[in-house]
C-alpha cells in the first residue's frame, strides 16, 4: 500500500478544536516544503517511486483512519476505516497496489490475484472498491442503487447472469450482480455493501464460475461493523455518522471560503469529521493538490457547525464538500458553492471562469442567482473568528467592480468581450513543451 | 552423441511448438499507408472535404502547411537554434507519412554526419540511436551544485539535444550540450516521442460536453478506473494534445513544439528558448547566441504581404506564419483508416475488436467519441465521428510508466490516454518509445499505481489465440 498514506498528519484529534487547527495550518502547510522521499542511493533520483504527484490524498492527521489506509497481507485485506477484514484466498497475493483515490470519491482498496498470473491455472482477480457516496457521478444512494445503476448502464458486451439481488454474507446484507462476456468468457461477480456512506464492491473476475463461487463463499470469514448493509451503512458505533450536504444551509454557522490562487479547475472531494462541539476535527482531502489543501484547511478551521444532535446529545458526524468547480451537474453531491464567486479575490472569478459569452457574463454579475445568494456566506450568521467578507459586501464589490470595468471599456471603444479574453489570457501558463 | 543430441531436438521442437502458439505482435502493418488509397511516404491525405478544396481555397493551405511542415531550417535566415533538437518537423513526425510518429531510422541520430550540427561541440547523446526512437529528453528533478539530483526541486522542462555552436551560420555562439551522462547515471533523464498527428483537427473540434458525457458513462466501471481532464489553466477548458493533455489547441501545440523541439522563436513563444537551468539559474541565454538569424524577434511571423508568384501557393497561403501552417496542416490531416482484414484476417480482427471491449481497454481507449461540433472551417471536421480509441482523459499509469514530470495538472504518472488510431504502423509504442512490441506495451500498463492493473489482468486470462486476436485488432487499426 505504498503511498496510500499521507506523509503529513500529527496526532491532534483530542487537542482543543483552535490548537487542532493551527496544527492543522502548519502541517499542511509544511507539506509544500517538506523535501520528497529522497534519492535513495543518494545521487540517484529512486527507481520506481512517484515524486511529482498530481491531485493526490492526504490527511490533517496521521491517527484518523482512512479509507485508502487499509493493508494487505498474505492472509488479509484489513480497513481500520471501514472496520472491515477480508480474508485472502490461500496463496493469492496483491501484485500491484492501486491509484490514489479519484477527483469523484472512488477508490481501489485492493487488488487481489493469483502468483504469477499470467501462468496460473487459476486465473482471476478480486477488486476492492469504494465509492464514496457524497461524491459519486451516479444518481445512486446507497450501494443497492449504485450496483443497479450499473446493472442497468452495462454495455452491449456483457450479459446479465444475475440481476442486482440482495444476498447475505458473513451475516450483512449485500447486494449481488453478476454478468459475463460472452465473447471473452470472462466472468464477473459484484458483492457490494454500504459502510460508512461508502459503496464498498467486490468484485471477482474469472473465466471460471466456480472459481468466483469459491471467492464469494470465502466472503463468509469476513468482518465487518454493525451498520454494514444494502442502505443502513452511515456510520455510527466507533466511526462517526455519516451525514451528506450537512455543510450546507443553516447546519453551517461560520463559514469561510477557500480563495485559490494558483490551480481552481478541479473538483476537490474532502471529508470533514466535525466534532461534537460543532468544529471540524479532521479532514480528509480526497483528492487536492497540496496548496489546496492548505487553503481548505485554513478556511475549514473556521467554520463551526450546528452540533448533531441525537436524542438530546449532540455526537460527531462525518459529511463530505466538495471544492472547486466539479466537471459536471452530476457531481453537485454535497459540493461547496461559491466557486463561481469566492470571496476576497481582487479578479472576480467570473472574468476567468466565465466564457467569453458576455452576456452571460453580465446576467451573472448583476443578477446573482439564488444560488449565488446562497453560496456566499452564511448570512445569518455572524463571523465570530475571521474577518469574513459578507455575501452582500462581495456581490457589491464585485458588480461594481464589473460596471465600472465595463463604463470604462465602452468609453474606451473596446468590448467588453476582448477584456474578458485579455483578463484571461493574462495568468502565465504552466506548459513545458508540446510533447 | 546421437542419445544427447534426441532430446536436444526434441526440446527445440517444443521450443517451436510453443513460439509458434504464443501470442506475438505482428509488427507495422503493410498495405497502405495509413489505410488510405492515395497516401505515400510524403504525401499524407487531408480529410475528404479539404481534398474537395471545400470551402475554396483550404486545399492550398494544406498543401502549404505540409510544405512548411517539411522545411528544414537553417540558422540563417530560418533562426534555428540555439538549442533544438532536430532541424524539420517531418524529420520526427514521419511514421508512416508526414504528420506521424517516430520512423524507425532516426535521423537525430546523423545529425553530425549530415552536418545539422557541428561534431566538434556536440557529441549524440547514447539514448540516440540509429534504430531507436526520436526522442526529446526532460530532466525531472534540477541538480544540486555537487551534480546530485534535487528531488525537491522539481523541472520537467525539454533538454534539448543539440546546440548550433560550430556551425558555419551560427557566429561566434558558443553552448554545451545538457550533460545527458551524468542525468542518465543520477536516474535524471525521461524522453518523450512525437505524438502522431493524424486526425487532430477532429479532437480538437470535440466539444468539452462530449468528453464529460463519454467520461459520466464509464461510472461504475468496476476496473478499478477513475481518470480525470488536464484542463487549461486559463479557463478551465479541457486540454488535450501531448502526452498529457497538457496543451488546449494545435496552434499552442504547434507554436510551443517549432519554440522548443526546433529552437524557432514565433508570435505565441516569441523568444528564443534556453534550456529550463539556463533560465531559472543562468540568466537565460548568452547575448552571442541570441538574434542569430539578425532578423529580430520573433523569427517566425505573419507575412502582411503575400509572396511573390514564384510561390507555389496561392497568395492567400502564403500569408499565415509557419506556426498558423503547420496547426492547419494538422488540422486538415485525415485520420486513419482501419483495416478490415490485415493483419490475421476479418474474423480474427472482429473478435480481436470485441475482446478489446469486453476485458476493459476501451473504458479508457473510447473507440469512438461521438461527434464533433458543426465546423466553421471545413465541413469534414463538424458533426464527425472521432474513432480515436481515447477518451482524452488523463489516467494513473503508476510506477512502471511514471516519469516524475507534472504538465498542467497532470502529475508524474498521469498521462492522456495515447490515441490508438494508426497503432497498426506505428513503430514505437509508450510516450518514451521504450518499445516496439505491442504486447509489451500493454503489460507495461500494469504496476502498483496504475489504473489499467485490472484490464491487465484481464487481458492476460484471455487464451494466447484470443491474446493474438487482441493484438491482431490493434495492428489493425
Same mark, same amino acid.
Given at each position: ?11 491532534? %484529534? ?422 | ?102 520512423? %524507425? ?341 500494469? %504496476? ?30
Amino acid at each position: 500500500m505504498h503511498a496510500r498514506r499521507s506523509r503529513h498528519r500529527v496526532s491532534g %484529534s483530542s487537542l482543543p478544536g483552535s490548537v487542532v487547527g493551527l496544527l492543522l495550518l502548519c502541517l499542511i502547510g509544511s507539506s509544500e516544503s517538506a523535501a520528497p522521499t529522497p534519492p535513495n542511493p543518494p545521487g540517484k533520483v529512486p527507481e520506481g517511486v512517484i515524486l511529482v504527484k498530481g491531485a493526490w490524498s492526504s490527511a490533517s492527521d496521521s491517527v484518523t483512519p482512512l479509507p485508502e489506509g487499509g493493508t494487505v497481507t498474505s492472509r488479509e485485506y484489513n480497513s481500520p476505516y471501514f472496520h472491515l477484514s477480508y480474508p485472502i484466498s490461500s496463496g493469492w497475493i496483491q501484485q500491484y497496489a492501486g491509484p490514489p483515490p479519484s477527483e469523484s470519491g472512488y477508490y481501489v482498496l485492493a487488488q487481489i490475484q493469483p502468483p504469477d498470473a499470467q501462468k496460473s491455472a487459476s486465473r482471476g482477480t478480486v477488486l476492492i472498491a469504494a465509492q464514496d457516496m457524497f461524491f459519486t457521478p451516479s444518481p445512486a444512494k446507497n450501494a443497492l442503487e449504485l450496483v443497479s445503476y450499473t446493472s442497468s448502464h452495462l454495455r452491449a458486451d456483457y450479459v446479465v447472469e444475475r440481476q442486482p439481488t440482495e444476498v447475505r454474507i458473513a451475516g450483512h446484507s449485500f447486494v449481488r450482480l453478476d454478468y459475463v462476456s460472452p465473447v471473452a468468457t470472462l466472468h464477473w461477480a459484484v458483492l457490494a455493501t454500504q459502510i460508512r456512506c461508502h459503496t464498498v464492491q467486490f468484485t471477482f473476475t474469472s473465466t471460471d464460475p466456480e472459481l468466483i463461487e469459491h471467492l464469494v463463499k470465502e466472503m463468509s470469514a469476513m468482518k465487518l461493523p454493525p451498520e454494514a448493509g444494502l442502505a443502513s451503512g452511515a456510520g455510527g458505533g466507533d466511526a462517526p455518522l455519516c451525514v451528506k450536504d450537512y455543510a450546507g444551509g443553516g447546519n453551517v454557522l461560520n463559514r469561510v471560503d477557500p480563495i485559490f490562487t494558483d490551480r481552481r479547475y478541479n473538483p476537490i472531494p474532502v471529508r470533514v469529521v466535525i466534532g461534537a462541539n460543532g468544529s471540524v476535527k479532521h479532514i480528509h482531502f480526497v483528492s487536492s493538490f497540496p496548496e489546496q489543501a492548505k487553503t481548505i484547511a485554513t478556511a475549514l478551521r473556521q467554520w463551526r457547525f450546528k452540533p448533531y444532535v441525537i436524542n438530546g446529545k449532540a455526537v460527531e458526524v462525518e459529511t463530505g464538500i466538495l471544492f472547486g468547480t466539479p466537471p459536471n451537474k452530476a457531481l453537485i453531491s454535497g459540493r461547496q458553492d461559491p466557486q463561481l464567486v469566492p470571496a476576497r479575490r481582487q479578479a472576480p472569478t467570473w472574468l476567468t471562469a466565465v466564457s467569453l459569452c458576455s452576456s452571460m457574463a453580465r446576467r451573472m454579475v448583476f443578477r446573482p442567482t439564488a444560488k449565488h445568494e446562497q453560496t456566499s456566506g452564511p448570512g445569518s450568521s455572524p463571523s465570530t473568528t475571521a474577518p469574513v467578507v459578507s455575501s452582500a459586501m462581495r456581490w457589491a464589490a464585485s458588480t461594481f467592480s464589473m460596471r465600472k470595468s465595463l463604463e470604462r471599456r465602452s468609453r474606451s471603444g473596446r468590448s467588453a468581450r476582448l477584456a474578458i479574453y485579455t483578463q484571461a489570457s493574462s495568468r502565465p501558463s504552466t506548459i513545458y513543451a508540446a510533447r | 552423441m546421437a542419445i544427447i543430441q534426441r532430446p536436444a531436438a526434441f526440446a527445440v521442437g517444443i521450443l517451436m511448438i510453443s513460439a509458434a502458439s504464443a501470442q506475438t505482435d505482428p509488427g507495422v502493418r503493410g498495405g497502405a499507408i495509413n489505410g488510405q488509397a492515395g497516401a505515400t511516404a510524403t504525401n499524407p491525405v487531408p480529410l475528404a472535404s479539404v481534398t474537395a478544396n471545400t470551402p475554396q481555397g483550404v486545399l492550398e493551405f494544406f498543401d502549404d502547411g505540409l510544405d512548411r511542415f517539411q522545411e528544414v531550417d537553417a540558422v540563417a535566415g530560418n533562426g534555428l537554434g540555439p538549442r533544438f533538437n532536430f532541424n524539420s518537423c517531418s524529420g520526427c513526425h514521419s511514421q508512416p507519412t508526414i504528420g506521424g510518429s517516430s520512423p %524507425s531510422i532516426n535521423p537525430e541520430a546523423r545529425v553530425i554526419a549530415a552536418g545539422i550540427v557541428s561534431g566538434a561541440t556536440n557529441s549524440i547523446p547514447a539514448f540516440i540511436t540509429t534504430n531507436g526512437p526520436t526522442r526529446e529528453a526532460r530532466f525531472p528533478f534540477f541538480f544540486n551544485a555537487n551534480g546530485t539530483p534535487n528531488t525537491s526541486a522539481p523541472n520537467g522542462g525539454v533538454e534539448s539535444l543539440f546546440t548550433v555552436s560550430g556551425r558555419a551560420d551560427a557566429g561566434n555562439c558558443s553552448l554545451q550540450q545538457p550533460s545527458f551522462t551524468l542525468a542518465a547515471q543520477a536516474n535524471n533523464l525521461i524522453f518523450r516521442i512525437p505524438t502522431p498527428l493524424f486526425g487532430t483537427g477532429l479532437v480538437q473540434n470535440i466539444d468539452d460536453s462530449t468528453l464529460l458525457a463519454n467520461q459520466a458513462a464509464q461510472v461504475g466501471n468496476g476496473l478499478g478506473i477513475g481518470g480525470n481532464f488536464n484542463r487549461n489553466g486559463n479557463d478551465g477548458t479541457i486540454a488535450r494534445f501531448g502526452w498529457k493533455a497538457q496543451n488546449k489547441s494545435l496552434d499552442l501545440f504547434s507554436a510551443e513544439a517549432y519554440n522548443v523541439e526546433m529552437g524557432i522563436s514565433n508570435e505565441t513563444f516569441p523568444q528564443d528558448r534556453p534550456l529550463p537551468g539556463e533560465e531559472v539559474l543562468g540568466g537565460g541565454l548568452p547575448a552571442n547566441c541570441l538574434n542569430l538569424a539578425a532578423k529580430g524577434y520573433p523569427e517566425d511571423i505573419t507575412h502582411f504581404a503575400a509572396t511573390a508568384s514564384s510561390d507555389p501557393f496561392t497568395q492567400n497561403a502564403s500569408i499565415p506564419s509557419d506556426v498558423i501552417a503547420f496547426s492547419m496542416f494538422m488540422k486538415f490531416l485525415a485520420p486513419p483508416v482501419a483495416s478490415t482484414t490485415t493483419p490475421g484476417g476479418a474474423t480474427s480482427i472482429s473478435h480481436g475488436s470485441a475482446l478489446f471491449n469486453s476485458i476493459g481497454c476501451s473504458v479508457c481507449h473510447t473507440p469512438t467519441i461521438r461527434s464533433t461540433q458543426p465546423s466553421n472551417v471545413t465541413p469534414s471536421l463538424g458533426n464527425a465521428p472521432v474513432a480515436a480509441f481515447s477518451d482524452f482523459e488523463i489516467h494513473h499509469m503508476g510506477t512502471g510508466l511514471n516519469d516524475n514530470v507534472s504538465q498542467g495538472n497532470a502529475g508524474g504518472d498521469q498521462f492522456r490516454t495515447a490515441p490508438l488510431w494508426g497503432v497498426g504502423q506505428r513503430v514505437f509504442f509508450l510516450h518514451d518509445g521504450r518499445t516496439s512490441n505491442l504486447l509489451t506495451a500493454i503489460r507495461a500498463h500494469a %504496476s502498483s499505481g496504475s489504473e489499467a492493473s485490472t484490464v491487465v489482468a484481464n487481458f492476460n486470462s484471455l487464451s494466447a489465440a484470443s491474446q493474438q486476436d487482441v493484438l491482431n485488432f490493434l495492428r489493425s487499426l
